[in-house]
């Protein structure tokens, strides 16, 4: 997806629904390039049109997750995955940036085990990984499996690096999600590894979302870009949680 398309997205996902003509003026590019733009972003099913304009087709779905700010979050799993040794066996819960650790371990590190909740993950990623997926109530639209069998299943499992996103980051509400049952999944989830490392683009600092994600106290590292605010950096370290900017 290149930079304009990513753009488009970002317009998109902040006003809901963009005319062309709009899109066509906010990025000095013709209605014929706009409406190219619009339809390969289409057919990766990341958006619906209209007559005129474009909307957002489902903003939990992982393909448009995944396209929006690639290589950023490319990046941040990068880094994320420094830590992590050949012969590993790691946690991973859904998110784009998640689905990034899990290829970048694919790709740099040998006989790594990865147990996770996302079905997509299990399909997205090619590489010379082994997956255990763990069972539960299947969320379609994100493509992971949660509830109390989810978490049930995690317990037979300890490892070093359990790899979660965020929905949000707020000094006052601290890590955030949307979604209650996931949400419950992660707290439970994190009590099987000795460091939990949140993977995340620094968009989502000073964004609160309506449910608690995972205490602070349990928290090891934030991984994230040279954009995390710094007040939110200086409060992160103040609770003895490493950043790590990639």
């Known amino acids: 997806m290149n930079e304009r398309q990513n753009k488009i997205l970002e317009l998109l996902l902040k006003e809901g629904k963009v005319e062309v003509v709009q899109l066509s003026h906010m990025l000095g590019v013709s209605q014929v390039?706009?409406?190219?733009?619009?339809?390969?972003?289409?057919?990766?099913?990341?958006?619906?049109?209209?007559?005129?304009?474009?909307?957002?087709?489902?903003?939990?779905?992982?393909n448009m997750r995944l396209a929006y700010h690639y290589?950023?979050?490319?990046?941040?799993?990068?880094?994320?995955?420094?830590?992590?040794?050949?012969?590993?066996?790691?946690m991973v819960e859904s998110g784009s940036c998640c689905a990034l650790v899990v290829e970048a371990l694919s790709q740099y590190r040998k006989d790594i085990t990865v147990?996770?909740?996302?079905?997509?993950?299990?399909?997205?990623?090619?590489?010379?990984i082994t997956f255990i997926l763990l069972g539960g109530l299947y969320q379609k639209e994100s493509q992971v499996n949660v509830g109390p069998l989810t978490i049930e299943n995690?317990?037979?499992?300890?490892?070093?690096?359990?790899?979660?996103?965020?929905?949000?980051?707020?000094?006052?509400?601290?890590?955030?999600?949307?979604?209650?049952?996931?949400?419950?999944?992660?707290?439970?989830?994190?009590?099987?590894?000795?460091?939990?490392?949140?993977?995340?683009?620094?968009?989502?600092?000073?964004?609160?979302e309506a449910i608690s994600l995972i205490p602070l106290s349990k928290v090891y590292a934030v991984v994230t870009d040279q954009n995390i605010p710094e007040e939110d950096e200086t409060y992160l370290l103040e609770h003895n949680i490493k950043v790590n900017k990639s």
């Open 33 to 62: 390039t706009i409406r190219k733009d619009l339809n390969n972003l289409e057919e990766k099913g990341i958006i619906k049109r209209e007559h005129g304009y474009a909307i957002i087709k489902n903003d939990d779905n992982m």
């Open 71 to 90: 290589e950023r979050k490319r990046k941040i799993a990068l880094k994320a995955i420094e830590d992590v040794k050949d012969g590993e066996t790691v």
């Open 115 to 128: 147990i996770t909740n996302s079905s997509f993950i299990c399909d997205y990623v090619q590489g010379d």
């Open 154 to 208: 995690a317990k037979t499992f300890f490892v070093d690096h359990y790899f979660i996103g965020t929905d949000g980051f707020t000094k006052e509400a601290g890590f955030t999600g949307k979604n209650y049952m996931r949400c419950e999944s992660v707290k439970a989830i994190s009590d099987q590894a000795k460091k939990v490392i949140i993977v995340t683009e620094s968009e989502k600092f000073s964004r609160q």
